[in-house]
């Protein structure tokens, strides 16, 4: 039973980290959420949840573009048996126009924190005799697409770290693995619906089926519950054996 463990999940006021930090709490997990704001609406997600499902459950203010606030996070957490690198960003532009600005802080967000992350966190699990390092990737960790030079870069290299964690803790019972979803429809995604359609001169159905989801052969989005399913299966003992691997949950892009 993973009852009374902890879980950091990085970026997680919000999409796919709120909703796993959700399905972890029901399990009996204790939660500690993560974003770079210190809202009282951000401390409210986690007094909430701590209500709803009796564990603890604490929002911990944190940069994860600054390597220091990565580190910071995991030693204020106190414990972490279950890290789950989660933050990320995105923008979209061709190479010769992308601002260094968004490359560095996508580089940073999206995969050096989950190596400073993981570097504070992999001692504790150490001493706690167990752990899981759950990398939330993307299809774009294992495939392209144009216009997404720094995030297709961040999450093949968030792939390649996993693989590096796996085999540096492969005789402990410690575990890493990726997730690579295809599109959820998070806020990440919801916000790029309109400005497709605009672009293309289409409806917003239309934007979704022939743009966003064009790469997606089930025509369906990955739904952040289903996720949180994945990452329930890494945490059992059915899994122990899963390690240095990505799952792919995209509804069949990467089989292309
Ligand atoms: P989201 O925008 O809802 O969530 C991103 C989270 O990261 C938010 O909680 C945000 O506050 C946090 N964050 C952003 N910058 C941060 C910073 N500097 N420090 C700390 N936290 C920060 O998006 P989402 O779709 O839930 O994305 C979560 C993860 O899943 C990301 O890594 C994303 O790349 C990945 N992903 C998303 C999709 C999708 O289709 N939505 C697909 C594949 C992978």
Not at 128 to 141: K, L, Y
Not at 184 to 200: D, G, H, N
Request: charged share 20%; aromatic share 6%; glycine share 8%.
């Amino acid at each position: 039973s993973l009852k009374g463990k902890t879980a950091v999940i990085t970026g997680s006021n919000s999409g796919i980290g709120l909703g796993i930090a959700q399905e972890l709490a029901k399990i009996g997990v204790n939660v500690v959420l993560n974003s770079f704001t210190d809202d009282d609406a951000d401390h409210k997600l986690a007094a909430d949840i701590a209500a709803e499902h009796g564990v603890e459950a604490r929002y911990i203010s944190a940069d994860m573009s600054k390597g220091d606030d990565c580190r910071a996070l995991i030693e204020k957490a106190g414990a972490c048996d279950i890290l789950i690198n989660n933050a990320g960003i995105q923008h979209v532009a061709p190479i010769q126009d992308f601002p260094t600005d968004k490359w560095d802080a996508i580089i940073a967000i999206n995969m050096s924190s989950a190596f400073h992350t993981s570097a504070a966190a992999l001692p504790m699990m150490r001493k706690a005799g167990w752990g899981r390092v759950i990398n939330i990737a993307s299809a774009h960790g294992l495939r392209a697409s144009p216009f997404k030079s720094a995030y297709v870069t961040a999450k093949h290299g968030v792939v390649g770290m996993t693989k590096v964690v796996a085999l540096e803790t492969a005789k402990e019972p410690i575990t890493a693995n990726a997730i690579c979803p295809g599109y959820v429809l998070t806020p990440m995604v919801e916000k790029q619906i309109p400005s497709t359609a605009k672009e293309y001169n289409i409806s917003e159905d239309e934007a979704i089926e022939k743009v966003i989801l064009a790469k997606q052969p089930s025509k369906e989005f990955v739904t952040v519950e289903q996720l949180a399913g994945i990452v329930t299966f890494l945490c059992s003992d059915a899994a122990a054996q899963i390690t240095g691997t990505s799952i792919a949950a995209d509804g069949g892009w990467t089989s292309q």
